[in-house]
């Protein structure tokens, strides 16, 4: 059954350090990779995915993220983070089916320190 | 472009009341359809699903049901609502394609049962 770990529940970095948020998932064909981003008390947007080719993704908002397949991994990378980018960042991962399933890790809430 | 909608955006409702969540796309047609939970600091649980007209599949059981009375219309309802129910709850919708498409929110619905 495939499934995805975030193992991070709450990260904090300061303004303008980088950023990584790990994310791991166990599927028995190749995935496709999402990463969501939910501020409070709105719906999710959509930052970067993942369905072949090359591995390093770029997104919306200066985000980036890297499949790497020997190590099951799609982690997100930003190299220097705003206020703004504080909220919840959820990695989901789906598979071929007529219905386009995904199934979603349990997020990463990340704070700014100032 | 396509929107999705969601309405009420909050909703308190006692327990035992019953409960009507609506969902509306605009801009496309023929979409896949989706109904997400998502309870306080957790992640999103898919509910429901649906892939045209009158065609609701379940994911896990429970004191809800769904229905999809027009092409872009999805709804959510609970002829009694329990405690449990409270949540986040997410409207979600994708292209009917190759099996592999990415998944777009709505706004969401915060429901309190009390």
Redesign the interface.
């Known amino acids: 059954a495939q499934s995805v770990t975030q193992p991070d529940i709450h990260i904090t970095v300061s303004e303008g350090a980088s950023l990584e948020l790990r994310c791991n998932y166990s599927y028995g064909a190749t995935p496709?990779l999402?990463w969501?981003v939910q501020s409070p008390?709105?719906?999710?947007?959509?930052l970067l995915?993942y369905?072949s080719g090359d591995t390093l993704v770029q997104g919306i908002k200066g985000f980036e993220a890297e499949f790497k397949r020997s190590q099951s991994s799609f982690n997100l990378r930003k190299p220097s983070v705003h206020w703004s980018d504080a909220a919840e960042y959820?990695c989901a991962v789906?598979r071929?089916?007529?219905?386009?399933?995904?199934i979603?890790?349990?997020?990463t809430r990340l704070s700014i320190r100032p | 472009s396509q929107t999705i909608h969601q309405w009420p955006a909050t909703l308190v409702q006692p327990v035992g009341s019953p409960l009507s969540l609506e969902c509306t796309v605009e801009g496309t047609s023929n979409p896949?359809l989706?109904w997400y939970r998502q309870a306080a600091g957790?992640?999103?649980q898919?509910l429901f699903?649906s892939?045209g007209i009158g065609q609701i599949?379940s994911e896990v059981p429970q004191n809800l049901s769904a229905s999809r009375p027009q092409d872009r219309q999805f709804i959510l309802s609970s002829k009694k609502l329990l405690l449990s129910d409270s949540g986040f709850y997410?409207c979600?919708w994708?292209l009917r394609?190759?099996?592999?498409?990415?998944?777009?929110?709505?706004?969401?619905t915060?429901l309190l049962v009390l």
């Open positions: 496709y999402f969501y008390g709105q719906g999710l947007q959509l995915k369905f959820f789906g071929y089916s007529s219905a386009s399933k995904i979603f890790g349990s997020g | 896949n989706y957790r992640g999103l898919l699903y892939v599949s997410l979600a994708t394609g190759q099996g592999k498409e990415t998944q777009y929110f709505g706004p969401g915060r």
